[in-house]
């Protein structure tokens, strides 16, 4: 029978690897959707498995490690402490929210709120928190987390 072509059955088995082949190059390449492969970057912030930036989480945590933590949620970027009292100060006293926003290292990422108490009569009133306060927290927050990502590209 010239012009057909017949299947033996080692040329069959050869017709059906290639054909799985010829699938399986065509699916890995849809998985793609056509874009470019981020590049690797040893100290990204993305490479973690937490929900928000590692490096201001982190910051963050170190920055409110002398007062008690009352709320932590890495996935939400929340950190909560409970009331601290400066023991030289024992008429005042603070507490702190921190929340990270974003994946990436940057300041806009970065949220903190405070609120303030001072004792009067035995009663704790509230009183309000200079702004030079947060802000302060903030870069240092900021500037630690900056530290630790230079740190990790450094490979220190």
């Excluded at 903030?138 to 450094?154: H, P």
């Amino acid at each position: 029978m010239t012009g057909s072509t017949f299947f033996t059955t080692s040329n069959l088995g050869q017709a059906a690897r290639a054909g799985l082949a010829s699938l399986a190059v065509l699916s890995l390449a849809a998985c793609g959707g056509g874009k470019d492969r981020p590049k690797a970057d040893l100290a990204a912030s993305k490479i973690t498995t937490i929900g928000v930036n590692s490096y201001l989480w982190r910051a963050s945590l170190e920055a409110l490690a002398f007062m008690p933590l009352l709320q932590t949620d890495s996935n939400g970027g929340v950190i909560v402490t409970d009331w601290y009292t400066n023991p030289n100060n024992p008429n005042e006293r603070m507490k702190v929210s921190v929340t990270i926003l974003d994946q990436d290292l940057r300041a806009d990422a970065l949220r903190v709120a405070a609120s303030r108490q001072v004792l009067t009569d035995g009663v704790w009133v509230d009183a309000p928190v200079a702004a030079a306060t947060i802000q302060k927290l903030e870069d240092v927050i900021l500037t630690r987390a900056r530290d630790l990502r230079r740190q990790a590209i450094a490979g220190k």
